[in-house]
């Protein structure tokens, strides 16, 4: 589901894909998977923001950084606590550049 939402999401079919995500979502919770829950959460984000929904947006962003930060605790040294970071930032940077056009502060929204 994830695959197929990132290939309508691509293609522009944005309705298509955020069922998809959705879907792929609620799988997935229900199989306690945070990496794909992080994808789905965060793709649904940049779904909002394609949308100019900002407000559901950063909530999406948000939601995918809690799931980050929580995977981040279970690493126990430093390097490969930073290297942890390589493949999730999207969530964070999305989620700054819009509080940057709204003026607030990155975990303010």
Same mark, same amino acid.
């Given at each position: 589901?994830?695959?197929?939402?990132? #290939?309508?999401?691509?293609?522009?079919?944005? /309705?298509?894909?955020?069922?998809?995500?959705?879907?792929? $979502?609620? !799988? #997935? @919770?229900?199989?306690?998977?945070?990496?794909?829950?992080?994808?789905? #959460? =965060?793709? !649904?984000?940049?779904?909002?923001?394609?949308?100019? /929904?900002?407000? @559901?947006?950063?909530?999406?962003?948000?939601?995918? #950084?809690?799931?980050?930060?929580?995977?981040?605790?279970?690493?126990?040294?430093? /390097?490969?606590?930073? $290297?942890?970071?390589?493949?999730?930032? =999207?969530?964070?940077?999305?989620?700054?550049?819009?509080?940057?056009?709204?003026? @607030?502060?990155?975990? /303010?929204?």
């Amino acid at each position: 589901m994830l695959g197929q939402g990132h #290939i309508r999401f691509r293609a522009g079919e944005d /309705d298509v894909a955020e069922k998809c995500y959705r879907e792929a $979502s609620n !799988l #997935i @919770t229900e199989l306690r998977q945070p990496e794909p829950q992080r994808v789905a #959460i =965060t793709n !649904l984000g940049l779904l909002a923001e394609r949308h100019g /929904d900002v407000k @559901t947006a950063q909530k999406y962003y948000l939601k995918a #950084i809690e799931i980050i930060e929580l995977g981040r605790r279970s690493v126990s040294h430093e /390097d490969p606590r930073i $290297s942890y970071f390589g493949r999730r930032l =999207t969530p964070y940077e999305r989620l700054a550049l819009l509080n940057c056009h709204e003026g @607030t502060l990155a975990l /303010d929204s």
